[in-house]
Every structure is written in structure tokens, then in C-alpha cells.
DNA sequence: AGTAGGTTAGTGAGCGTTAACCTACTAGGA
DNA sequence: TCCTAGTAGGTTAACGCTCACTAACCTACT
């Protein structure tokens, strides 16, 4: 499906992006990452909404299985979700590519006819998370009085928002040190054991 | 401090905004919505950034004691809290306004400079979630062995993805038929009476 | 011979911003 | 009370920049 410059064009722009911010996401700044000019990104890419679709797409099946591998088999639920939130807040700093998996509406809301993708990366986002509170409620080791959905999608929104504050914070602080008191008010709150 | 003139650009900026987007907040498009040409912007604000600050001191005092005004001193809390809900989500609908102020962070981002404005704006947000989790927890009516700021922080971010869910889905179904089950959620997390 | 994938040059649109000019009102001294 | 200077707040025209995108051309490989 994709050619080998499709990919490394895909690579190149999202690591633009992640680095600089959508702004700088121009078919010019795209094109000289990858060292030719301007028209030879339309040779791959009929126009910009189809490599944002390709960015997307790409994003969805390339970055998001490891988003589901933060969850690791082994340990407690309690200790699970320490492990993947710290994992994940430490990818996070790391690699920016994983704040636009995360944050991916924000970033390409400008193009409006880009929601279902959108739409889809979130969902997907939210049904690895829900899976793992079904399994672990099916388990006894999380309150089952609240549906999975919801657990997800608390868990979620909360995460996004230490991950913005911490941005809007200058990023001073390593987002890992946001982890540890997380974790413990969710133990608490779900009762995770 | 703000003359006339400067109001009516103000309110003109964030109703354009709200309404199209941030794409379309430009000098152009304000001038034009207030019927002058664009230089006659520069005799009230000197530069782009200047109105974009303007804004945001607008939206914070203007708007953010509206956000705080949602909460109602009588009922019980969970009543409150459900009020709460269903006003702010009303008023999401209706004035997307209160959106700008909600996601102010996502969709100003674009200037960096912005970032402490936008972190004071989150942050008073939170604030008065948090004090209102503290004040409720005195009287018994919420559980207690979390700190407030951290339901505040569970509470907003939950509210957020919501909302870009809502806003994600196309905006179907009405954004106030998420509140019930949202309610009965936090009810039961927070051991709301 | 055809195609894949480059190039240079350029187009039209939109952006923030400035220069230069043009009133209408307002305050102050003769 | 009148003339005058200043100012507040408009105007038209234009500048320089960046953007997505296109036309036309040029290889090199199959």
C-alpha cells in the first residue's frame, strides 16, 4: 500500500509535527526534511489532507499497538497501572510522536473533514483502556459498579489533562513525577487491588 | 482600561472564534465583522498578539465567574453536582463561548507566548472545581481520603473529553444526554450525597 | 516507449503589518 | 466667539512573506 518514500515521508512529517507543532507541518518544511523539493511531495501524496489522512492512518496502526503494550500481563492490576501510566508518561517526554497520538483531535482539528479519522483514533484509544478494566472487574480487581466506559474514559481525560498542564507548565518538572500521586487516587478510586 | 471600541472587538474576535474556529480568527476577518478595514484594528490593538492577550484577560473575567456561578449553594451535592453538569453542558451547546474558555489552552496554543495566560486560565478553572470539592468534603459529603485538587483535576478532564468527544461525534445527539451518566458515575467515585 | 520521480519557476490567495492620507471632534489662546 | 492645533479613528494602497499547488521540463530505469 504505502512505498518506501510514502513511509519515510509519513516519518519525516510526523517527527516535524511532534517536534514544531502543527504549525509547521507545510508540505515545504515536510519536503526539504526529506531533502527534495516541494513538488516532488505531490509525486506521493496527491495533496495535504491526503497526508494527513496518510499521517493518521499510519499513527493509528503504527503507534497505537504500543500504546495497548503498556499494559503488561504481569503484577497486580494496582502495580499494572503503575507500570503503564509511568511507561507511558516517560514515551511521552521521550517521544513527542506519542502526544500527537494522544492528543491527535487537538492537533489536526483545523481540517474538518479529518473527524471520523479522529473520531476512530480515539475511540480506539479509549476501547484498549475500557478491554482492560473489563478484564480486571471479570477478575475482582476493580469496583464493577461503574461500567468499564466509563473508568476508560475518566482514566483518559485525566491523563490528557496532566499531559496539557504539564505543557502549559513549561514542562519543568518531568511529567513522571505527575505519576506517582495519579496512581494512587485511581488505586483509590477504582478500587484497584 | 478597555474602551468601547476595543469591547466590541473583543466580542466580535470570540464569537468568530467560537463559531469558526481559530483558523478564522484573523485581522481580516475581525475588521470585517465589525465593518472597518483592517489597519483601523491597529489604532486599538498594536499587534495580533496584543488581541489574542486581550482575549484571553476577557474570556477569564468575563466568563470564568459564569463557570463558577454553575455551581449552586442549594441542594444537596450531588444534586449540585448534577445541576452543575447539565448547566455547563446547556451552555456548551448553546454559547460556544464557554468552549473557548474550557479548551482555551488546545486552541491557542498556536503562540507560544500565550502559555502562561493559558496555564493562570486552567488553573482558575480547576481552582474553583477544587475549592468547591473541598468546601463539600467538610460537610461529609464527599469522600475525603483524596485530595480535592485531584477530583477537580479527574472531575475537568473528564469533562473535557466529553465535550471533544461530543464534539468529535458531530455533535448529534444533544451534549446534555452524556450528563446522567456521567453524574452517576462521579456520584458513586466520589461517594457524593 | 513509457513511466516514476525528480527539477525550476511561477501563480494566486491569505496573512500580519505599515505608510500616507483624510476627516471630525475637541481644547485653548487671541 | 472664533481660529487653530492636536488627536482619535478611520481610509486606500501596498509590502513582504508563506502557503498549497501547478506547469513544464528533465532524466534514469524498465
Chains 1, 2 share one sequence.
Not at 117 to 139: C, D, Q, R, T, V
Request: negative net charge; charged residues 20%; contains cysteine.
Amino acid at each position: 500500500m504505502l512505498t518506501d518514500r510514502q513511509i519515510e515521508i509519513l516519518e519525516a512529517a510526523i517527527q516535524l509535527t511532534s517536534e514544531s507543532g502543527i504549525q509547521k507541518l507545510t508540505i515545504r518544511n515536510v519536503a526539504s526534511a526529506i531533502g527534495v523539493s516541494e513538488p516532488a511531495l505531490y509525486r506521493h501524496f496527491t495533496n495535504k489532507h491526503e497526508l494527513l489522512v496518510a499521517i493518521l492512518a499510519y499513527l493509528q496502526v503504527k503507534i497505537a499497538p504500543n500504546f495497548q503494550g503498556f499494559i503488561k500481563p504481569q503484577g497486580s492490576p494496582s502495580v499494572q497501572f503503575r507500570q503503564f501510566l509511568e511507561q507511558l508518561f516517560s514515551e511521552l517526554e521521550g517521544n513527542k510522536a506519542f502526544s500527537l497520538l494522544l492528543f491527535a483531535e487537538e492537533t489536526f482539528n483545523a481540517d474538518p473533514e479529518l473527524r471520523p479519522e479522529l473520531n476512530a483514533l480515539l475511540e480506539k484509544n479509549l476501547e484498549i483502556l475500557s478491554s482492560y478494566f473489563s478484564l480486571i472487574m471479570k477478575e475482582g480487581a476493580c469496583r464493577s459498579d461503574i461500567p468499564a466506559q466509563e473508568l476508560a474514559l475518566m482514566t483518559f481525560g485525566t491523563i490528557r489533562l496532566t499531559v496539557s498542564r504539564w505543557h502549559l507548565r513549561g514542562e519543568e518538572e518531568g511529567l513522571l513525577t505527575y505519576a506517582p500521586l495519579l496512581h494512587k487516587s485511581f488505586v483509590q478510586l477504582f478500587n484497584l487491588t
